[in-house]
């Protein structure tokens, strides 16, 4: 391949992911700052691009329990003040297209090996209102089994310009729970701009062959 034709591919590629991959999440990892220090950790009625639905608050951790998958710190949503500890927290999503799919991309690694009761619980909610419906329910994990920060991802629907992402814990409330960093979520790009792209890409590379003849 000529030098030519594949930094015309290379810019075709960069352009075709910038398009597709751009995270709609606002603070998706969890980075932007809280005012934790070191390895400290605290709960929040809302930090940036995320609000508490129900339950004491966001706990963010910096590197407390676990490594953070991504940058420094994680959220744990089986949270630390009052008595029913498992919080729910939710993201609005604006400027969607109606009918189109999203994917959601996260990661996840459960706390204590107490997976048999479903200690490290973690379910998404998607829904153009509040709470929306389930459509992961992560149960049954343990730290024991050794899985590490684990990647799950699925395609969602938008049913409305706007929907609600939301993760909250589920099973034991007991301040301990699953962890979860590194959240996006990404246009899939439809068929039709694939054929653009591709149309795009036969016709570079033609033109670039009647330069070189
Ligand atoms: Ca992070
Ligand atoms: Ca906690
Ligand atoms: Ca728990």
């Not at 991959?21 to 980075?31: I, K």
């Not at 992402?165 to 409330?173: C, E, I, K, R």
């Amino acid at each position: 391949m000529s030098y030519l034709k594949s930094v015309a591919l290379t810019v075709m590629a960069l352009t075709f992911s910038a398009v597709s991959n751009a995270n709609l999440l606002v603070n998706g990892d969890f980075e932007d700052d809280v005012g934790l220090t070191g390895s400290r950790w605290g709960v929040y009625s809302s930090i940036n691009g995320w609000q508490t639905y129900s339950g004491p608050g966001i706990e963010i951790q910096r590197n407390t329990i676990v490594a953070a998958q991504s940058g420094n710190q994680y959220v744990e949503l089986d949270s630390h003040t009052g008595t029913d500890t498992n919080s729910v927290m939710y993201q609005a999503i604006d400027s969607l297209s109606v009918g189109a799919s999203y994917e959601l991309s996260f990661w996840y690694h459960a706390r204590t090996n107490n997976g048999a009761a479903n200690d490290n619980g973690i379910e998404v909610l998607w829904g153009d209102s509040l709470p929306g419906a389930t459509v992961l329910d992560l149960e049954g994990y343990s730290r024991n089994s050794n899985l590490g920060w684990m990647n799950f991802s699925l395609d969602l629907v938008a049913t409305a310009e706007t929907m609600f992402l939301s993760f909250g814990a589920t099973g034991l409330d007991n301040t301990l729970g699953g962890f979860i960093d590194n959240v996006s979520l990404t246009a899939v790009p439809e068929p039709g701009t694939l054929a653009l792209f591709a149309i795009g890409a036969a016709g570079l590379l033609v033109g670039r062959r009647r330069l070189q003849s």
